[in-house]
């Protein structure tokens, strides 16, 4: 009885594709269902199962494959918006930055910032603009913000150019991992009894009495269609927003447009320190930051218009594929190129590029009707049939959102109150102290599990690459308990070897293709068309040379 019991509490612990298929085919009704494995989904997710509703969430592809993994990685109330006035905005993302550090310590670190000041007014506006910051944050602060003259701005990062600098700021913000931290999302609804089933499609709605009554959705793997009964349908597909409301309304007006940023990786020689620098104004009015990440730097972003045209039922399969894998525009990285090297002193080449990956940010269109604003940020709209959706946003405040979007949807649903509890709920592998330099710190609790396999099989603890810092462990440990179901999950969202070295990630394909494969039991063939797809994707990650690269007109 003990035995079966720790049996069924390490099932529930992992996450584990065909169990949530078996837990969907068992219930008849959900009371919430989720249409979207971002950022904003998973958290919507997280909220809706501790607070006790039966839950369900569907990723058509893997869980922050779209935005969520390609953000500048930063958990911020944005200085940017600081400079713009918003401060309402800045006030909700900080309070949310300290309690997502609060919650998953093991996930979210402090990262210290400079801003390098050449111009006489520079250390004096930027400087009160960041006290402001600090005091915004309050008890949630990371740390204050401080004045630096010349030699303290240059031995915190040393690779600054030194050419009419005059001194610098230094402030504090968080950074993450932003697809690892989706995963632990994922664990914490599943821990918390919720269905989660990534390669699972919306293809549809179901309506009873003209209202939206549930979900019809595809497998990918064996196109078995299931319909999937719940008393909310949250859209929270980001980008892909508009086609879930056409599937409610075929005469929906589209409501999102996109704009892409890009990041540029590269080896840490060219910043030289742990701290960060943010350079406070692009010639487009932007900020651009390189930040340290894995024992590389990033370097974004950029903020480019695209359209793949209004009419989501026609979009051709080739802007579908874009939008799902967008690709940077040589005119990016040429920008970002041009900017840091104004301000370091050992520039980058482009053959030093390492990796360049590109997201789309959902804008909601201006002149759109949209039903209601729950803040600048984030839109919450609810259609005439009650699908409710959800928009917008950041990384940093997706607790929030989920709370927002989650009282509107008790209350669409005719649920009993349900009190939210995510302001204190920890995530999956909360794990205090954490050293952010001890190897695999980022699984926090998980790290135990992942050393015991190694322990079992000590060959486990080789690298998939010597360019890479991830071990075979890492990937075992994915597949049996992090639904790792593809060789691009493995390399691109459960280890990030393809936003760390294009290159090496490719290189390490074939060995990575064929442990799955052993593990999973697949054949030779899985092997081929696993290689051939991870490849036409990677190769998109690859530097300039690359002459594939396009331009935006
Ligand atoms: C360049 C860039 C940098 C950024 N940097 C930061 C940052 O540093 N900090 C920060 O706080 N925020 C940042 N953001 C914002 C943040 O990344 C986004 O707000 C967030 O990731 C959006 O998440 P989402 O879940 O709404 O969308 P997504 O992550 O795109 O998720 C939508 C999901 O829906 C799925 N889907 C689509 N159609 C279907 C269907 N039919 N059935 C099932 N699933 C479907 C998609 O596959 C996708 O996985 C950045 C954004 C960009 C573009």
Redesign the pocket.
């Known amino acids: 009885m003990k035995r079966n019991w720790l049996l069924i509490n390490s099932m529930l612990k992992k996450m584990n594709r065909n169990y949530h298929i078996d837990k969907l085919n068992a219930t008849k009704e959900f009371d919430i269902c989720i249409?979207?494995?971002?950022?904003?989904?998973?958290g919507i997710a997280v909220d809706a199962a501790s607070r006790g509703c039966k839950t369900i969430l569907?990723?058509?592809?893997d869980?922050?494959?779209?935005?969520?993994s390609?953000?500048?990685?930063?958990?911020?109330g944005g200085v940017r918006y600081l400079q713009q006035g918003n401060i309402k905005l800045v006030m909700e993302a900080l309070k949310e930055r300290g309690l997502l550090k609060k919650n998953a310590p093991h996930l979210v670190k402090n990262q210290s910032f400079v801003i390098p000041n050449y111009k006489w007014w520079e250390n004096s506006f930027y400087g009160v603009g960041l006290k402001v910051y600090d005091w915004m944050a309050g008890s949630l602060g990371l740390g204050p913000s401080q004045l630096l003259n010349k030699e303290e701005t240059l031995a915190l990062a040393p690779n600054l150019d030194e050419d009419g600098l005059r001194g610098g700021v230094l402030y504090h913000d968080g950074q993450f991992d932003?697809a690892r931290l989706a995963i632990h999302l994922a664990m914490t609804a599943s821990d918390h009894g919720a269905v989660v089933i990534n390669y699972?499609?919306?293809?549809g709605l179901m309506k009873e009495n003209e209202k939206v009554c549930g979900v019809i959705?595809k497998d990918s793997f064996d196109d078995k269609e299931y319909e999937i009964k719940a008393k909310a349908v949250i859209n929270?597909?980001?980008?892909?927003s508009d086609?879930?409301a056409k599937m409610d309304d075929k005469d929906a007006e589209p409501l999102i447009s996109h704009?892409?940023?890009?990041?540029l990786v590269f080896d840490k020689e060219f910043l030289l320190s742990d701290t960060a620098i943010m350079i406070p104004r692009t010639d487009d009015g932007r900020v651009l930051f390189a930040v340290p990440w894995h024992n590389k730097i990033i370097i974004?972003?950029t903020d480019t218009p695209v359209s793949f045209g209004d009419n989501v039922e026609t979009r051709h399969a080739l802007s579908l594929q874009r939008m799902?894998e967008p690709i940077a525009f040589k005119e990016e990285i040429d920008f970002v190129m041009a900017h840091i090297h104004r301000y370091l002193k050992k520039d980058p080449s482009y053959n030093d590029i390492r990796s360049v990956f590109a997201?789309?940010?959902?804008l909601v269109k201006s002149n759109s009707k949209i039903t209601s604003a729950i803040s600048r940020d984030h839109h919450i709209s609810v259609s005439d049939s009650e699908l409710i959706s959800i928009?917008?946003?950041?990384?940093?405040?997706?607790r929030k959102m989920a709370e927002d979007v989650m009282e509107i949807a008790i209350h669409k649903a005719g649920m009993s109150e349900k009190e939210c509890v995510t302001k204190n709920l920890h995530i999956h592998g909360y794990k205090e102290n954490s050293d952010y330099t001890a190897a695999l710190y980022y699984y926090g609790t998980d790290k135990y599990e992942i050393q015991d396999l190694i322990k079992k099989d000590t060959s486990l603890a080789e690298l998939i690459h010597p360019s890479l810092p991830y071990i075979k462990a890492e990937i075992i440990w994915a597949l049996q308990n992090e639904m790792c179901m593809t060789v691009e999950d493995a390399l691109s969202r459960r280890t990030r070897a393809l936003l760390l070295d294009a290159k090496a990630a490719i290189e390490s394909t074939s060995l990575v293709a064929n442990m799955m494969a052993k593990e999973m039991g697949k054949n030779e063939s899985w092997i081929k068309e696993q290689i051939d797809s991870f490849i036409s994707v990677a190769k998109n990650y690859l530097p300039t040379s690359n002459p594939k690269l396009q331009t935006s007109n």
């Open positions: 249409i979207g494995g971002g950022a904003t989904g998973l569907l990723e058509k592809y869980f922050a494959k779209g935005t969520s390609r953000s500048t990685k930063l958990v911020h932003d699972m499609s919306a293809e959705a929270a597909t980001g980008i892909f086609s879930i704009s892409q940023g890009i990041h974004g972003t799902h997201g789309l940010r959902p928009t917008g946003g950041k990384w940093t405040t997706y």
